[in-house]
T-cell receptor, first 110, second 113 residues
Framework: DQQVKQNSPSLSVQEGRISILNCDYTNSMFDYFLWYKKYPAEGPTFLISISSIKDKNEDGRFTVFLNKSAKHLSLHIVPSQPGDSAVYFCAARGAQKLVFGQGTRLTINP | DTAVSQTPKYLVTQMGNDKSIKCEQN?????MYWYKQDSKKFLKIMFSYNNKELIINETVPNRFSPKSPDKAHLNLHINSLELGDSAVYFCASSPTTGSTEAFFGQGTRLTVV
């Protein structure tokens, strides 16, 4: 019973274009949503977050959108750069813990 | 100067053995966690400790026993290892329980043969 799901295991985008990563959740009690980035042989690192009372948060090239009615959030990266190639995990906070999705591997092609 | 460090990075061991993974954080955080990345790649929380006290204990077999000698350390001991325990285990810390941001170690890849 996975409360946070990322249904695309991989995504390939051309350098300079927009990357859109998606995440769905089931628990309406989550109050914060986060994106983490993970390089091979490293632990996940925090990227950006959004409170459940907001619908958009922007930080440089990264924007997270939250659609509460659809229980859906997305991460937009624009423009995409080669260094963005990594696995991206969506996470949601509830009951004093973070619940993670299974990650989406993003590959930026030159 | 690694913020959250865990050792070893790789661990290969036979079924039935007992092994430990160590974790240390130098961030001054109060809360530490153990996560397991399973074969389906989900990162699932196993335990969380706040100032050496157990806060969260998910449905993890009793063979897994966390130990927190102080708030900077959270070690994971696993008894009678099984093939299904093979996974990547991540230690993490956060300023307080329920903080929105957690800092992760580099992971320990455990392979049980």
């Amino acid at each position: 019973d996975q409360q946070v799901k990322q249904n695309s295991p991989s995504l390939s985008v051309q350098e300079g274009r927009i990357s859109i990563l998606n995440c769905d959740y089931t628990n309406s009690m989550f109050d914060y949503f986060l994106w983490y980035k993970k390089y091979p042989a490293e632990g996940p690192t925090f990227l950006i977050s959004i409170s459940s009372i907001k619908d958009k948060n922007e930080d440089g090239r990264f924007t997270v959108f939250l659609n509460k009615s659809a229980k859906h959030l997305s991460l937009h990266i624009v423009p995409s750069q080669p260094g963005d190639s990594a696995v991206y995990f969506c996470a949601a906070r509830g009951a004093q813990k973070l619940v993670f999705g299974q990650g989406t591997r993003l590959t930026i092609n030159p | 100067d690694t913020a959250v460090s865990q050792t070893p990075k790789y661990l290969v061991t036979q079924m039935g053995n007992d092994k430990s993974i160590k974790c240390e954080q130098n961030l001054g955080h109060d809360t530490m966690y153990w996560y397991k990345q399973d074969s389906k790649k989900f990162l699932k929380i196993m335990f969380s400790y706040n100032n050496k006290e157990l806060i969260i204990n998910e449905t993890v077999p009793n063979r897994f026993s966390p130990k927190s000698p102080d708030k900077a350390h959270l070690n994971l001991h696993i008894n009678s290892l099984e093939l299904g325990d093979s996974a990547v285990y991540f230690c993490a810390s956060s300023p307080t329980t329920g903080s929105t941001e957690a800092f992760f170690g580099q992971g320990t890849r455990l392979t049980v043969v």
